[in-house]
């Protein structure tokens, strides 16, 4: 089967090839992969930079969604056949990959592929950190940074969908247009004075009660000066390039809660094991959202679908910050 296999980290290492097709263990599923996502953390795995760092030689890809192929001995969700979806630690960038079952989920027949690799990374993410690390509530203020990019849109449309008055922040027309179609209530292009002031007025100078921020840099600071009492913050990532600080005096000050979300921890991929009960409760989060989706309440943006042969461009695309959205690999 074709592969992108990354022989050393950096993108010009990554090529694509010919490889086995993944064994099967008595609790996987092999899936075909009719798509893939393609997202930072696929850079940043590349270029060795990921937290879940991997040894060359290796395949990136976290995000897939397909059709199953085979089921291991100890298996009983899926049959050959099935739609699925599935978040994997690494190998979605293939016409195959292994996954094992507890993170692999039942796709609705009306969504499509290319929308289902949103949720295993992305939408899960954004879920997490609102619902059950933010607890974000009806009637509260989300400000959500990045706000066309995949993270955004998924913290943006989450966040309507939990009853909150959504504030969009991104750098162009363009970008704040996708915004407001997705159901951000009010928009802020940062690129000419920031957003703080405009925050402060629209919310009658109480700030932002959670702000999702995957850029990090100068908008996680300038958040700080427009957070609510109270407020929660979730540092998402760092498309920025600059990891902030947290002066401890604001967040004392202002009674405010810095929120830390590492969906692998969920997924079984971080250092120590989630609680028990927590498989069941991924699954049901995953059905509620793909639930929303069937109902037109979520809508994932796809801008760009790429064979896999194309890999390295969706990546550069990505890069250059020129996707609005997501893009996707179609092996």
């Given at each position: 089967?074709?592969?992108?296999?990354?022989?050393?980290?950096?993108?010009?290492?990554?090529?694509?090839?010919?490889?086995?097709?993944?064994?099967?263990?008595?609790?996987d599923?092999?899936?075909?992969?009719?798509?893939?996502?393609?997202?930072?953390?696929?850079?940043?795995?590349?270029?060795?930079?990921?937290?879940?760092?991997?040894?060359?030689?290796?395949?990136?890809?976290?995000?897939?969604?397909?059709?199953?192929?085979?089921?291991?001995?100890?298996?009983?969700?899926?049959?050959?056949?099935?739609?699925?979806?599935?978040?994997?630690?690494?190998?979605?960038f293939?016409?195959e990959?292994?996954?094992?079952?507890?993170?692999?989920?039942?796709?609705?027949?009306?969504?499509?592929?290319?929308?289902?690799?949103?949720?295993?990374?992305?939408?899960?993410?954004?879920?997490?950190?609102?619902?059950?690390?933010?607890?974000?509530?009806?009637?509260?203020?989300?400000?959500?940074?990045?706000?066309?990019?995949?993270?955004?849109?998924?913290?943006?449309e989450?966040?309507?969908?939990?009853?909150?008055?959504?504030?969009?922040?991104?750098?162009?027309?363009?970008?704040?247009?996708?915004?407001?179609?997705?159901?951000?209530?009010?928009?802020?292009?940062?690129?000419?004075?920031g957003?703080?002031?405009?925050?402060?007025?629209?919310?009658?100078?109480?700030?932002?009660?959670?702000?999702?921020?995957?850029?990090?840099?100068?908008?996680?600071?300038?958040?700080?000066?427009?957070?609510?009492?109270?407020?929660?913050?979730?540092?998402?990532?760092?498309?920025?390039?600059?990891?902030?600080?947290?002066?401890?005096?604001?967040?004392?000050?202002?009674?405010?809660?810095?929120?830390?979300?590492?969906?692998?921890?969920?997924?079984?991929?971080?250092?120590?094991?989630?609680?028990?009960?927590?498989?069941?409760?991924?699954?049901?989060?995953?059905?509620?959202?793909?639930?929303?989706?069937?109902?037109?309440?979520?809508?994932p943006?796809?801008?760009?679908?790429?064979?896999?042969?194309?890999?390295?461009?969706?990546?550069?695309?990505?890069?250059?910050?020129?996707?609005?959205?997501?893009?996707?690999?179609?092996?």
């Open positions: 089967m074709k592969a992108v296999v990354v022989e050393d980290y950096g993108l010009d290492h990554a090529r694509l090839a010919d490889v086995p097709p993944p064994p099967v263990g008595p609790q599923i092999r899936i075909k992969v009719c798509s893939a996502g393609v997202s930072f953390a696929n850079l940043l795995a590349i270029e060795g930079k990921h937290q879940n760092r991997a040894d060359p030689p290796f395949t990136p890809g976290t995000e897939v969604a397909g059709i199953v192929l085979e089921r291991g001995a100890r298996t009983s969700l899926f049959k050959p056949g099935d739609r699925v979806v599935a978040g994997v630690r690494r190998g979605g293939s016409e990959v292994a996954a094992p079952e507890c993170n692999v989920f039942a796709l609705p027949a009306d969504v499509s592929f290319d929308a289902a690799v949103h949720f295993p990374t992305i939408y899960a993410t954004a879920y997490a950190a609102l619902k059950w690390r933010a607890r974000l509530a009806p009637g509260e203020t989300l400000l959500v940074h990045g706000a066309a990019g995949g993270s955004g849109l998924a913290a943006i989450l966040g309507k969908v939990m009853g909150a008055t959504v504030i969009a922040s991104a750098g162009s027309p363009e970008k704040l247009r996708v915004a407001a179609e997705h159901g951000a209530d009010i928009c802020i292009d940062y690129s000419a004075n957003f703080r002031d405009i925050v402060l007025a629209k919310t009658d100078g109480r700030g932002a009660d959670v702000i999702f921020d995957p850029v990090g840099g100068k908008a996680f600071e300038e958040s700080l000066r427009c957070i609510a009492p109270e407020g929660r913050i979730i540092p998402m990532g760092f498309a920025s390039g600059i990891i902030p600080s947290v002066p401890a005096n604001i967040a004392l000050v202002k009674n405010i809660t810095v929120v830390g979300l590492y969906w692998g921890y969920y997924m079984g991929w971080g250092r120590q094991a989630p609680p028990a009960g927590m498989p069941a409760r991924v699954r049901k989060a995953f059905q509620e959202m793909l639930e929303w989706t069937s109902s037109g309440l979520l809508n943006r796809t801008q760009s679908a790429y064979p896999l042969a194309d890999f390295r461009q969706a990546l550069q695309a990505l890069s250059s910050r020129s996707v609005i959205g997501r893009s996707v690999l179609n092996p």
